[in-house]
């Protein structure tokens, strides 16, 4: 396994579209553990292959057991209630927005065998599902805030919403 680089905001490959993984083979397999091993290096709680420089359809997602979730092919099929909360990105370090996005989704997608599966999960992870799903498309979460906090807004919304911050006993 190795850390990949992560790439940030103003290359253009976070703009394009990823196309479908075809072949479940063993260099899909390095990819995924890499970028395992990136996201664990990095701190964040969800990667997408274009934020590592490959135009796959492949993500990968930390859920609230701290389980890693692989997607290959991933899209959204259920979407319910909304939440608003901060969001960041890895590939823009340090800036966040308030953004809203379904509280509920489900997402079908294959797993590393190419076996289908679906996926349902809220809060949190539900969030982290719709940002890494939008990376496949070129997509960053900056499409849909008005504008990246300062650090001073970023304090205040954490003062404001402590109950988005407790951490689960």
Do not use: W
């Not at 899909?28 to 970028?35: F, G, Y």
């Not at 890895?90 to 308030?98: E, K, N, T, Y």
């Not at 799903?133 to 650090?151: A, F, P, R, V, W």
Request: charge should be negative; glycine fraction near 8%; include cysteine.
């Amino acid at each position: 396994m190795a850390i990949r680089k992560i790439v940030e905001r103003g290359d253009p490959i976070l703009e394009k579209k990823c196309r479908l993984v075809t072949d479940f083979n063993t260099r899909l397999h390095t990819l995924l553990d890499d970028m395992a091993e990136t996201l664990e290096e990095s701190g964040g709680i969800g990667l997408a292959a274009p934020q590592v420089g490959i135009l796959r359809r492949v993500c990968i997602v930390e859920d609230s057991e701290g389980e890693i979730i692989e997607l290959i092919n991933p899209e959204i099929i259920f979407e319910e209630g909304e939440q608003t909360g901060l969001e960041g990105c890895l590939s823009i370090p340090g800036r966040f927005g308030i953004v809203t996005r379904p509280y509920t989704v489900r997402v079908r997608a294959q797993d590393r065998f190419g076996d289908e599966f679906e996926i349902e999960d809220e809060d949190l992870t539900a969030r982290c599902l719709c940002h890494e799903i939008e990376h496949l498309d070129g997509h960053l979460y900056t499409e849909h805030c008005d504008h990246l906090l300062t650090d001073e807004e970023v304090e205040q919304y954490i003062k404001d919403h402590p109950e988005q911050f407790e951490e689960d006993e």
